[in-house]
């Protein structure tokens, strides 16, 4: 601690009498909590970090988006200096690190940057990981790809729930997976999930699309009557919106990991972080992500 903090944790009094310099002390103050982040790490040759989130001791703090004003260049001279090393983590499990290597590309805002990557094991290529400072995080494997039957059985669940909600029959027929499709340890006693995204993309008259989108958790059992979670959205043009995987890790330390999703939109996307409570998944942040 520097001179200046220890003499501002004093009030000074001078005595009534003659006397020496009598001092209050007031309560220390706490060190502010060092701030981590959490990237996503997008490619193999040419590898791309995106900032989803910043960490301040339990708290989640979106990043300094935007490219006008003195945060985001503070960022990245700090974050993407080249040399600084990150752990890079894939399914709460580490399996190597990343080096930055300054800015990403230009967009017109964002906290894309560059780096190397360097593999301890092999991982699917549509599932990039994470990379963070954050000490603590990164442990046992929290997830494994889904096999061909799980994503069918994902599938499924999708066009039963696009039915109800009435979607044409011929459109449901064309759903396919968006992102990777993965399973998910729910404890330690066994229980697990399916997770991913699910698309319709049609194309209409004058270059306008239509999506019809999921997001689906449900219990990896031989029958689901109703995911855990779900997310939807059926949408045309500049609306349209779909939301993919990332990655899972377990940011709480309770053995059960929290769900990262990229959200994609027209011209922009962001990141949100799910988590399980006793009334099931809920959103915990949203933030992060870029775009024109």
């Known amino acids: 601690m520097s001179a200046t903090a220890i003499l501002r944790g004093f009030l000074f009094a001078v005595p009534m009498g003659a006397g020496a310099l009598r001092f209050t002390p007031q ?4 060190p502010q909590s060092e701030t981590h982040v959490l990237f996503a790490v997008q490619g193999r040759d040419r590898v791309q970090l995106d900032p989803i989130v910043m960490m301040r001791g339990d708290k989640l703090l979106t990043p300094p988006i935007g490219r006008e004003e003195a945060a985001p260049s503070k960022f990245r001279a700090h974050y993407y200096a080249p040399g600084r090393r990150y752990r890079l983590l894939w399914a709460n499990s580490v399996v190597g690190s990343v080096t930055a290597a300054g800015r990403g590309g230009d967009m017109c805002y964002g906290l894309a940057g ?5 593999l301890r094991a092999s991982i699917p290529e549509d599932w990039g990981g994470l990379a963070t400072n954050h000490p603590a995080l990164g442990g046992r494997v929290l997830a494994w790809p889904a096999t061909a039957d799980d994503a069918k059985a994902l599938a499924a669940i999708g066009q039963r729930m696009l039915r109800g909600r009435g979607v ?3 459109l449901i027929e064309r759903l396919q997976p968006f992102g990777g499709t993965a399973v998910i340890a729910l404890d330690t006693s066994g229980a697990e999930a399916l997770v991913g995204g699910l698309l319709i993309r049609v194309e209409l008259e004058h270059h306008v699309a239509r999506e ?5 958790v449900a219990p990896r059992t031989e029958w689901v009557d109703a995911p855990t979670l779900t997310w939807f959205s059926d949408a045309r043009g500049d609306r349209v919106q779909a939301r993919r995987l990332v990655d899972v890790v377990d940011l709480d330390a309770d053995a059960v990991p929290e769900i990262i999703t990229l959200s994609e939109f027209y ?7 799910y988590r399980l409570t006793e009334s099931g998944w809920v959103q915990i942040y949203r933030g992060g992500g870029g775009g024109c």
């Open 27 to 30: 309560e220390p103050q706490r």
């Open 114 to 118: 560059a780096a190397a990557l360097r």
């Open 168 to 170: 044409e029959s011929d």
């Open 212 to 216: 019809i989108s999921l997001f689906l």
């Open 267 to 273: 011209e922009w996307w962001d990141y949100t972080i």
